[in-house]
Antibody
Framework: QVHLQESGPGLVKPSETLSLTCAVS????????WSWIRQAPGKGLEWVAF???????NYNPSLKSRVTISVDTSKTQFSLKLTSVTTADTAVYYC???????????WGQGTMVTVSS | QSVLTQPPSASGTPGQRVTISCSGS????????VNWYRQLPGTAPKLLIF???QRPSGVPDRFSGSKSGTSGSLAISGLQSEDEATYYC???????????FGTGTEVTVL
């Protein structure tokens, strides 16, 4: 059974870069499309970015200028970088996977990131 | 920002049927399938319904989904206390070339 585990700092200062990693275990990282989805406190889900198993990536237009998603198949993990963060980027960040069918069958447990000085 | 619109809340007594709507547009629900996720407080969302009306293994048949035009719908029949959660619809958006989620519906069992 495929397991996802997010990791990264829980606190980031405004204007700095948020970096998160999602470790994939129990399955082939190459079989899935990988996404980051976030949820601000008390709010709904917001898709941030995805990367396909061929390396194609796309980003939420509202975040596109600040986001990079990448996959490291040798380490069986994928990552998110979000630059110039503000308090509006405070959220639980989930990593998720789908088989290229837009169905998020895999979810990590989520990691809370707070942007504060 | 949510592109798919859901009612903020829904409620019913045990045993009743509750329906949640998901309104989108031609670029998302109108041309792609709808999936539903259930989120309990403090936990990650979990897939509940996929491809409009399919249930993953382990999901009771009390949960059903449908789609018509640019709207999807989730029905919970025989409502139980453990169904209290927030439910989100989701779809691929051809204009965005990405995923869109609904605004979420909090279900309360009275």
């Amino acid at each position: 059974q495929v397991h996802l585990q997010e990791s990264g700092p829980g606190l980031v200062k405004p204007s700095e870069t948020l970096s998160l990693t999602c470790a994939v275990s129990g399955g082939s990282i190459s079989s899935y499309y990988w996404s980051w989805i976030r949820q601000a406190p008390g709010k709904g889900l917001e898709w941030v970015a995805f990367v396909s198993n061929s390396g194609f990536s796309n980003y939420n237009p509202s975040l596109k200028s600040r986001v990079t998603i990448s996959v490291d198949t040798s380490k069986t993990q994928f990552s998110l970088k979000l630059t110039s963060v503000t308090t509006a980027d405070t959220a639980v960040y989930y990593c998720a996977g789908d088989l290229g069918d837009s169905i998020f069958s895999l979810w990590g447990q989520g990691t809370m990131v707070t942007v504060s000085s | 920002q949510s592109v798919l619109t859901q009612p903020p809340s829904a409620s019913g007594t045990p045993g009743q049927r509750v329906t949640i709507s998901c309104s989108g547009s031609s670029s998302n629900v109108g041309s792609n399938t709808v999936n539903w996720y259930r989120q309990l407080p403090g936990t990650a969302p979990k897939l509940l319904i996929f491809t409009n009306n399919q249930r993953p293994s382990g999901v009771p048949d009390r949960f059903s989904g449908s789609k018509s035009g640019t709207s999807g719908s989730l029905a919970i029949s025989g409502l139980q206390s453990e169904d209290e959660a927030t439910y989100y619809c989701a779809s691929w958006d051809d204009s965005l070339n990405g995923y869109v989620f609904g605004t979420g519906t909090e279900v309360t069992v009275l």
